[in-house]
C-alpha cells in the first residue's frame, strides 16, 4: 500500500460490539484511504458512523442512541485504536441502560473522558452524506447545523455553547408563557444574550476563514466549483459591527423589546437560531440553490474538501474525512479528481459505495473492504 495522505491520525484498528448490525467486528485498515464497498443495506454507512461517534454530537446521523444499539441489546460499544503524531492512543464510546435512560461513557486510554469533545485532542472529523444533497435548496435549520458542524471541527466547545444557548431559550420561552417575574427573564435573557453573541462569533470566525481560503487556494481548473460564503441574520450584523460587549448588550434590549411578541410567537424571533448560511456559487456568482443539481453537489463536496484543509490550519490536525455514497454521484472527471484531492489532504479518508468499479483508480493506493452480512472482509486490490 502507497503511504500518500501524510502525517494525519489514523484509524488501526476499529472494535464494535451491538452497534447497528455488527454483534462484533474487528477491522485494522493499514492504509490512508479505506473504501467499504457492498449491497444497500449492507451495513457500510454503519461503519463511518461508529466512527462519527468520536465528535461531539450523535454522529453523521444525528440518531438516537438507542437506536444505534443492535436489536435485543442494551447497549453497544465502539472502540478504536488511533496511530497519530504522538504515539498511538485507545478511544472507545459505550452506552448502557442506566434507570430509564442511557449512560453514554467515553475513555481515552482506559481512563474516563468527560465528553465526547475529549477526543478533539487526538482526532477532527469531516463528513459529507446523500443527507447533505439538498442542503443548499433545504430551510435554513439545515444549513445552520451543517455550520455548526463547520465550527465544532476546528472548536471542540462550540457545541457546548449551542446547547447551553437552546436551553437558555427554552427557559425564556417557558417563563414568557408562564407571565415569569421581570427578574427571573432579566437572567435568563442576559445568559442568553453571552451565549449568543458567543455562538454567532464563532460561526464568523470559521465563515470568513473558510471563505478566505477558498478566496486564496481555489484552481480555475478544478472541476469543483468554489463556493462564496457568508452570513444572514440580525445577530450576524451585530456581530460584525458591534465589539462583543456592545453586541451583548444589544441584543438583550432586543429581547427585552420583543418579550410580548415572542410570548406569542411561543419562541425567540431573534438570535444565532434564526441565522442562515449564505452559499454562493462562486464561477456562476448565483445563489447556489440557484445551481442546477449536479452543480450543486460538486459545490458541496468542493466546500467539504476546503473545510477539511482549514480544519488542518487550524488545529494542526488533519481531520478523518468520511464520505458516505459520494463517488457514486460524480462523472468519472470529477470522480478522478476528488480521489487526487483526497490523497492530498493529509487524513485518513473513510469512502462508501455499492460498485467496487468506483474506486477502480485508487488501483494499489487504498484498502478495499467487502461489506455484508454483519462482516467487513478485506479485499486484495
Request: proline share 5%; hydrophobic share 45%.
Amino acid at each position: 500500500m502507497s503511504d500518500e495522505t501524510g502525517a494525519g491520525p489514523r484509524v488501526t484498528r476499529l472494535l464494535l460490539q451491538d452497534f447497528r448490525s455488527y454483534a462484533t467486528l474487528d477491522l485494522a485498515p493499514r492504509a490512508g484511504v479505506v473504501a467499504l464497498v457492498g449491497e444497500n443495506g449492507a451495513g457500510k454507512t454503519n461503519i463511518i458512523e461508529a466512527i462519527s461517534l468520536f465528535a461531539p454530537g450523535r454522529g453523521l446521523r444525528r440518531a438516537d442512541f438507542a437506536a444505534m444499539a443492535r436489536q435485543g441489546t442494551s447497549g453497544f460499544t465502539v472502540s478504536l485504536t488511533l496511530d497519530g503524531a504522538y504515539g498511538e492512543h485507545r478511544l472507545g464510546t459505550a452506552t448502557t441502560l442506566a434507570g430509564e435512560g442511557r449512560s453514554r461513557v467515553c475513555r481515552i486510554d482506559g481512563a474516563p473522558a468527560p465528553s465526547p469533545a475529549a477526543f478533539g485532542e487526538y482526532l477532527r472529523l469531516v463528513w459529507l452524506t446523500p443527507d447533505l444533497d439538498a442542503l443548499f435548496r433545504g430551510p435554513a435549520g439545515d444549513r445552520r447545523r451543517f455550520l455548526d458542524r463547520l465550527v465544532l471541527a476546528v472548536d471542540s466547545e462550540h457545541g457546548a455553547r449551542v446547547s447551553a444557548l437552546e436551553r437558555a431559550l427554552r427557559n425564556r420561552n417557558r417563563l414568557l408563557e408562564e407571565n415569569g417575574e421581570p427578574r427571573w427573564l432579566d437572567a435568563v435573557e442576559r445568559e442568553a444574550a453571552e451565549l449568543g453573541i458567543a455562538v454567532a462569533a464563532a460561526r464568523r470566525e470559521t465563515v470568513a476563514r473558510l471563505d478566505g481560503l477558498v478566496a486564496e487556494t481555489h484552481d480555475p481548473a478544478s472541476p469543483f466549483p468554489f463556493a462564496r460564503l457568508g452570513l444572514e441574520g440580525e445577530i450576524d450584523d451585530l456581530v460584525a459591527s458591534l465589539p462583543a460587549i456592545d453586541a451583548e448588550d444589544r441584543y438583550r434590549a432586543l429581547l427585552r423589546e420583543g418579550r410580548a411578541r415572542d410570548r406569542a410567537a411561543g419562541r425567540t424571533l431573534v438570535g444565532p437560531q434564526a441565522s442562515d448560511l449564505a452559499v454562493r456559487h462562486g464561477p456562476k456568482n448565483i445563489p447556489a440553490h440557484l445551481a442546477s443539481t449536479g452543480e450543486q453537489k460538486a459545490l458541496l463536496v468542493g466546500l467539504v474538501l476546503a473545510h477539511a484543509r482549514l480544519t488542518t490550519t487550524m488545529t494542526g490536525l488533519a481531520p478523518l474525512v468520511l464520505l458516505d455514497e459520494v463517488a457514486a454521484h460524480l462523472d468519472p472527471r470529477r470522480r478522478a479528481a476528488l480521489y487526487e484531492e483526497l490523497f492530498r489532504l493529509g487524513g485518513q479518508i473513510w469512502l462508501t459505495g455499492a460498485d467496487r468499479a468506483l474506486f477502480a483508480e485508487l488501483a494499489n493506493r487504498a484498502d478495499i473492504v467487502a461489506v455484508g452480512e454483519g462482516r467487513a472482509t478485506p479485499l486484495g486490490a
